[in-house]
């Protein structure tokens, strides 16, 4: 088995090198076609880090193990909260300003709660997937209208996270071998936890959650090195843009390769778990965006105590 479960980590490798290539490459291309570097730092915010969790979910769905989706998913946007806040703040203290981060914890409270109401009957059906995505309009265009109201001093932060270096051409490579990584990837990692499954019997659920190891990494990486330039609000927009993201478009669009399937376990469980880690964040919003080392080691014993909880689940019989 320990073959299976080295081909299973550089699944997961490949998918967190991927998501830099991708988004490092998209930024320099869209950087070069004069699009303005403020809205491709909001765009490389809100969706780039996701894009390992979206090509690992949807491979997963493809192949018949939706609770490999189920489990990355949820665990994705734990880990969120848990882990990469909660490092960054013991890093460097986050002292955030901006209006998209105090109007995206209220929107991402609500995206949570929606998916657990329509994963209550324990799967996401493709209608399901219409009101996620809906949704995600919808918070699209509210966040869009508050983006333009951030003081010039938020807009130069977000607008220089994304390192603004190499040509066009430079960019296009990065992006075709970060895309062919991340189909790759997800094919390795689904198919080697498929056969893991099938050896140790380690439930597909608990797989699912340790694949976050390719599909957070990334964003924890982005993180910290936010973090540690004093960039709170990078950092900030890392956790709520991805957890937006993965809720409301990744989730649709797992959705909609055919019905999404929530075990009963995760939808008393791990979903109210999920929800409980989005409330969290409302302390560093009733504090001014401010999260302290103490709160970040807080939110870090957190995630590791669900980790801990997982990882107890991880022979249990599946019904």
Not at 204 to 213: D, E, N, R
């Given at each position: 088995m320990s073959y299976h479960v080295a081909l299973f980590a550089l699944g997961l490798g490949l998918l967190a090198a991927s998501t830099g290539l991708v988004v490092r490459?998209?930024?320099?291309?869209?950087?070069?076609?004069?699009?303005?570097?403020?809205?491709?730092g909001l765009i490389a915010l809100?969706?780039?880090?996701?894009?390992?969790?979206?090509?690992?979910c949807i491979c997963a769905v493809a192949h018949g193990r939706p609770r490999l989706a189920v489990g990355n998913l949820l665990g994705g946007n734990i880990a969120n909260v848990g882990l990469v806040l909660g490092l960054?703040?013991?890093?460097?203290?986050?002292?955030?300003s901006a209006k998209l981060i105090s109007s995206g914890i209220p929107a991402l409270l609500i995206a949570a709660l929606l998916f657990w109401f329509?994963?209550?009957?324990?799967?996401?059906?493709?209608?399901?997937?219409?009101?996620l995505l809906a949704a995600f309009v919808a918070v699209l265009i509210y966040l869009g209208r508050i983006a333009r109201q951030e003081p010039d001093s938020v807009r130069v932060e977000i607008a220089g996270w994304v390192p603004d270096t190499g040509s066009a051409w430079v960019g296009a490579i990065q992006v075709v071998l970060g895309v062919v990584g991340l189909v790759g990837g997800a094919e390795l990692a689904v198919s080697e936890a498929t056969r893991i499954y099938g050896e140790s019997k380690i439930t597909?659920?608990?797989?699912?959650?340790?694949?976050?190891?390719g599909t957070v990494l990334p964003g924890l990486v982005?993180?910290?090195a936010a973090a540690r330039r004093g960039r709170a609000n990078v950092v900030f927009g890392i956790v709520i843009g991805t957890?937006?993201?993965?809720?409301?478009?990744?989730?649709?669009?797992?959705?909609?390769?055919?019905?999404?399937?929530?075990?009963?376990?995760?939808?008393?469980?791990?979903?109210?778990?999920?929800?409980?880690?989005?409330?969290?964040?409302?302390?560093?919003?009733a504090n001014g965006l401010k999260v302290s080392r103490v709160e970040g080691a807080i939110l870090l014993a957190a995630f590791v105590a669900y980790a801990v909880w997982q990882v107890t689940l991880a022979f249990e019989p599946q019904h």
């Open positions: 490459g998209g930024a320099q291309l869209a950087r070069r076609w004069s699009v303005n570097p403020y809205v491709v809100g969706m780039g880090a996701s894009v390992g969790g979206l090509a690992f960054a703040a013991i890093v460097r203290p986050l002292a955030g329509l994963s209550r009957d324990n799967e996401l059906s493709q209608g399901d997937a219409g009101v597909t659920p608990v797989l699912g959650f340790i694949a976050i190891i982005f993180a910290i957890n937006l993201t993965s809720l409301l478009l990744v989730s649709e669009a797992t959705a909609m390769t055919g019905e999404f399937l929530l075990l009963h376990h995760a939808v008393m469980n791990e979903v109210p778990a999920m929800c409980l880690f989005m409330l969290l964040l409302i302390t560093p919003l």
